[in-house]
């Protein structure tokens, strides 16, 4: 039987050490395309030079940038992320992530962005497909006409609780966006926004979006090959619904959760032209009745209509 000893008595040999700082740049560039964002970021690039360098050597590393497993992982927005310092690290990590991808960066996750980082990110991604920058109070029109301008091959975007992006900037993205097929526009819910007081500022709270015709309308005439909108407490009217079941033809998912503005009743009549549509989410939840002035509806059975309180009762 063998014993692992030679004739002797000695050991059969030492087992061999390795020395991984002599693994090759393109051995080390492998084992890190197994990392997850957090490991390759905080662990393999900080631990040396060498290893630094052998990850920057391959922009394909770089091609995600996901930040949202861990702002969803607190569970809710914390009033830390509110503040110009911590926009500014998600700034620093956004264009480190644009740079080193070397033009290979395709999608974008991230929250409260600033307009600069966001403009570097886009002239330097021209193969961008998905971008996330929900939360961002910072970004505006400016670096969103940036990301039309430069950003043309788009598929999902999510500008959700934006208020500095305006219906200019979803009509130059569906212009030149053309395969876009995903939108998230979402606000903060206006009705009751005691979830986010003491958390998100109270004069961004106060000051959301009101236009939501008008984006609408930007969405139906512009954005015509999208398969799936969110637009949650938008503010939108039948007016824009219409708009949108009129253009949007695609569309195979319609979130219109906490819309108020709308009525069942113009609901189905907008929608029932929309042959595609797989999926309609309602503004079906309760309004405290104290939140409206009840004599611009008239009586409680126009209310119910309205509001589908109805939903609530056995």
Same mark, same amino acid.
């Given at each position: 039987m063998a014993t692992g000893h030679v004739a002797g008595g000695e050991p059969a040999a030492a087992e061999e050490e390795r020395d991984w700082s002599e693994m090759t740049p393109v051995c080390l560039a492998e084992a890190f395309s197994r990392l997850g964002l957090e490991d390759l970021w905080r662990g393999a690039m900080a631990c040396c030079r060498a290893w630094r360098d052998a990850a920057t050597s391959r922009p394909a590393l770089f091609a995600a940038l996901d930040l949202e497993p861990a702002f969803a992982s607190v569970? %809710? *927005? %914390?009033?830390?992320?509110?503040t110009p310092a911590f926009q500014r690290r998600v700034d620093a990590m956004l264009r480190s992530a644009s740079s080193l991808a070397a033009g290979e960066l395709l999608e974008v996750r991230v929250r409260h962005c600033s307009d600069d980082a966001l403009a570097f990110a886009a002239q330097r991604s021209p193969k961008l497909n998905i971008l996330s @920058?929900? $939360? +961002? #109070? $910072?970004?505006? *029109?400016r670096s969103m006409l940036i990301v039309a301008s430069s950003c043309h091959m !788009?598929?999902? !975007? *999510?500008i959700s609780y934006c208020h500095e992006v305006s219906y200019k900037s979803l009509e130059m993205i569906g212009q030149n966006c053309r395969n876009l097929i995903v939108l998230k526009r979402n606000i903060f819910n206006w009705l009751d926004s005691s979830e986010h007081v003491g958390i998100v500022p109270d004069d961004y709270l106060r000051d959301c979006p009101q236009d939501g015709d008008r984006e %609408? @309308?930007? @969405?139906?005439?512009? =954005?015509?090959? !999208?398969?799936h909108l969110v637009i949650r407490f938008s503010k939108l009217s039948v007016i824009g619904l219409n708009a949108i079941s009129g253009g949007c033809k695609e569309l195979e998912v319609l979130d219109l959760y906490g819309c108020a503005n709308l009525t069942l009743r113009g609901i189905q009549q907008a929608t029932s032209n929309m042959k595609n549509l797989k999926e309609l989410e309602k503004p079906n939840f309760y309004i #405290?009745?104290? +939140?409206?002035? =009840?004599g611009r509806y008239g009586h409680w059975q126009l209310y119910d209509e309205r509001f589908q309180t109805n939903v609530f009762q056995i």
């Open positions: 569970g %809710a *927005d %914390a009033a830390e992320w509110w @920058i929900r $939360s +961002s #109070p $910072s970004v505006s *029109d !788009l598929t999902e !975007l *999510d %609408a @309308i930007a @969405i139906s005439k512009f =954005m015509q090959n !999208l398969k #405290p009745r104290s +939140s409206f002035h =009840m």
